[in-house]
DNA sequence: CGAATACTTGACAACTTAGTCGTGTTTCTG
DNA sequence: CAGAAACACGACTAAGTTGTCAAGTATTCG
């Protein structure tokens, strides 16, 4: 259960973009600065977010990246869905399944249900969380959080 | 963010254990016929539990391994953290850093509050199920999870 | 004792993920 | 049009995970 290096630096990046002024663009050069991370790796992550339509390329000299869309209505459930593989409810159990064609628990399986309600869970939390949310200084957020999950947190209630 | 192989199959092995009845040993070789694993890869999960003193080992003919404690005191996150490598709050920053020494961002940073807000969440989730409430049939399994959850999943509430 | 059973340990090969590099393509500017 | 700035892409290396193997140690039982 981790966290991995592309979601995070992913992230990171997109948030770089997310506090350029109205929807200036940045070269990827400005953003590896920022980030203190190396052009091509910076460059590797973006293509990604490309790909999954949440960052928009400008090419050519006067190029660079944009935000597709207002930071308020990126989730950070989209962003790690982009970029990270992120395991949703019908991997489990064909994803682990030992040494046979299919998983040994396949009509009863204890694992599943709370992989899956893990799964749910962290989704959810991922999913009420926006870049806009990200921006500003590290206590506002943490109150931003904190408040949003009160709120949101609880995917069995109506 | 994805769950390990490790924590899949350790979970399964600990759960085959807690399966079995009061405190029988279970030899690795059954084990591993009941989950569809090769020995080998059982007996490496086995003794990272033991390791974490999750489970107990006993050596010679008529040895196994068995629960060291009952299936209602153990919470699914000492399994996750005796097996698999959790992030606690203080990895995130170091663990992260780009090309320097310290997180760019150490004094100031928006990621940090999510992602410890994020592994806060998982951790509470993991804490507040047990073994025992992994065992039975999926559907009551199911059901537990939300039950338990409605009631303990809020880490803001006190 | 000695043979069989079962755990113990560390090394290792296969695979996946992380991060880099070189080369190519597009666009701007003079 | 030529050169510079910037993205695009695929191949490659390094590091970390998975899962296996072989040789070793402890325990039981005849």
């Known amino acids: 259960m981790k966290i991995s290096a592309q979601e995070e630096y992913g992230l990171r990046c997109?948030?770089?973009l997310a506090r350029a002024r109205d929807g200036q663009v940045m070269t990827v050069r400005e953003i590896a600065g920022k980030e203190a991370?190396?052009?091509a790796y910076v460059e590797k992550l973006?293509?990604?977010?490309?790909?999954?339509?949440l960052v928009h390329s400008l090419r050519g000299l006067k190029g660079g990246y944009v935000l597709n869309?207002?930071?308020?209505?990126?989730?950070?459930?989209e962003v790690v869905r982009a970029i990270g593989q992120v395991p949703?409810?019908?991997?489990i159990c064909t994803q682990f399944?030992?040494?046979q064609a299919e998983c040994v628990h396949f009509s009863n399986c204890g694992i599943r249900s709370v992989w899956s309600g893990l799964t749910n869970y962290i989704q959810?939390?991922?999913?009420?969380?926006?870049?806009?949310?990200?921006l500003g200084d590290e206590y506002a957020?943490?109150?931003?959080?904190?408040h949003g999950l009160r709120q949101a947190h609880d995917p069995t209630r109506r």
Chains 1, 2 share one sequence.
């Open 14 to 16: 997109l948030l770089e």
């Open 37 to 39: 991370l190396s052009s």
């Open 46 to 53: 973006l293509r990604l977010l490309a790909k999954a339509g």
């Open 69 to 77: 869309r207002a930071p308020s209505q990126v989730t950070l459930g």
């Open 88 to 91: 949703t409810t019908d991997h």
């Open 97 to 99: 399944t030992g040494m």
């Open 124 to 134: 959810n939390f991922l999913d009420h969380a926006t870049l806009e949310s990200l």
């Open 141 to 146: 957020v943490s109150n931003r959080l904190a």
